[in-house]
């Protein structure tokens, strides 16, 4: 299935899809150090990326008439800055803003589906109405803002438009969901917002996948079981003293063994994501990993304190030692501090070991606290691919049998 990626930063999103099986028709970002990620990874022929076509330079301008054939998927992360919590907070006011770009594509190509990701901030009470906005412009991309129109006037003629409910001209079901990546088996607590359209001629219903993973198995089987403790060889004079947030919860996971999170498994945590890593402070075994160079000068002090091994990472920030809750360094076993290697960072974005960044550690951290989590997109793209094409086997039969139009 093709698709075009908008706004791929390092190619996390766009990664996870070609594990689903989408084939990136073109791949567009307009940062450099990016693209040169990509770039080296496609010249070193590492699979999936080395057929991709890296196009360098604004979506606005990208000549979308270059891309032949139907399109299956219209993917991307636009920008997060306008509505994360640790930017100036402009929305639709800063020039970042790129979901008018999106739109603009989705009209164009008029692909059977999208999918968007974005910061959790966008839905927050401030952003209300943009982001209403933003769901119905997607819905409806063809009905474009007038000259010099308000986008609360077209707001409100996109409100008329699907009240009124016409169904002419290209539209799309869409949803919209806040999911947390540690659900899904992401060795990270990172809430994002995912976005995904249908055209509305596809006979398909879909719902985002269910959860996969949960916090109740992780405490299982640290504190009732010991599961976790002996598959990581953690001799018990040296396991961590419960933490008081969890121990409420033992009294009932020790009568009931929680049947039902058992079911689930359990979270992925920082030392599980780090499994067979070397430790970056000594010589011996580093080079074997490519990207896994110690950065000296973590501190720990109020509001910067880093991530516990035994929990899931904070969710990884663009940035260095300026991240403001200390979300780039991880807590040792004797309470120490430090920064998480850029491989370690790539683990909890969950991208392959073969996969290589370019550019410095400030740079390299950067475009992975932009980048979707690799793991989280696959089972999206896989839940989103499987759907397209049993639709697709749908209109094959219904020709077959001489039922379709």
């Excluded at 270059?66 to 998927?73: A, I, N, P, T």
């Excluded at 979901?99 to 999208?114: D, S």
């Excluded at 430090?338 to 960072?345: N, P, Q, V």
Aim: hydrophobic share 35%.
């Amino acid at each position: 299935m093709k698709s075009v990626e908008l706004f791929a930063g390092a190619g996390g999103l766009a990664l996870g899809l070609s594990f689903a099986g989408f084939n990136h028709g073109a791949v567009i970002e307009w940062d450099k150090w990016a693209c040169d990620t990509i770039r080296e990874n496609k010249a070193s022929g590492f699979p999936l990326v080395r057929d991709w076509e890296v196009f360098e330079g604004d979506v606005r301008t990208f000549d979308l008439a270059g891309l032949s054939g139907k399109v299956d998927l219209v993917s991307g992360g636009p920008p997060c800055q306008p509505f994360s919590l640790g930017g100036k907070h402009m929305g639709r006011k800063d020039e970042r803003d790129m979901f008018p770009a999106a739109v603009r594509v989705v009209g164009t190509l008029a692909p059977r589906g999208f999918v968007f990701e974005n910061v959790k901030g966008i839905t927050r009470a401030s952003f209300a109405n943009y982001f209403q906005y933003i769901i119905l412009q997607l819905s409806y991309p063809e009905i474009i803002p007038k000259p010099d129109e308000d986008w609360t006037d077209h707001l409100t003629r996109l409100e008329r438009h699907k009240t009124s409910g016409k169904v002419n001209g290209l539209t799309y079901n869409v949803v919209a969901r806040v999911l947390n990546a540690a659900d899904y088996g992401v060795p990270q607590r990172r809430e994002r917002v995912f976005i995904v359209g249908f055209r509305s001629d596809l006979k398909t219903e879909w719902a985002f996948p269910k959860e996969t993973h949960c916090l109740d198995s992780l405490i299982d089987q640290q504190w009732v079981t010991g599961e976790y403790w002996e598959r990581h060889q953690v001799p018990v004079a040296e396991r961590p003293d419960i933490s008081e947030r969890f121990a409420d919860r033992l009294p009932r996971l020790r009568q009931l063994r929680f049947p039902y999170a058992r079911k689930l498994k359990p979270w992925r945590t920082v030392r599980d994501a780090i499994a067979g890593l070397p430790d970056p402070r000594h010589a011996g075994g580093r080079g074997l990993f490519h990207d896994h160079t110690f950065q000296p000068g973590a501190k720990a002090y109020p509001g910067h304190t880093g991530s516990p091994l035994d929990l899931p990472a904070k969710a990884l920030k663009a940035g260095d030692h300026g991240v403001p809750g200390g979300e780039n360094m991880m807590v040792m076993p004797d309470g120490s501090v430090r920064y998480f290697t850029i491989r370690e960072s790539a683990r909890l974005q969950t991208f392959p070991d073969g996969f290589r960044f370019h550019g410095s550690w400030t740079e390299t951290m950067r475009q992975l606290g932009n980048a979707v989590p690799v793991a989280l997109a696959h089972r999206i793209g896989g839940s989103i691919a499987a759907h397209l094409l049993s639709e697709e086997e749908v209109q094959l039969k219904e020709t077959l049998t001489g039922r379709h139009p």
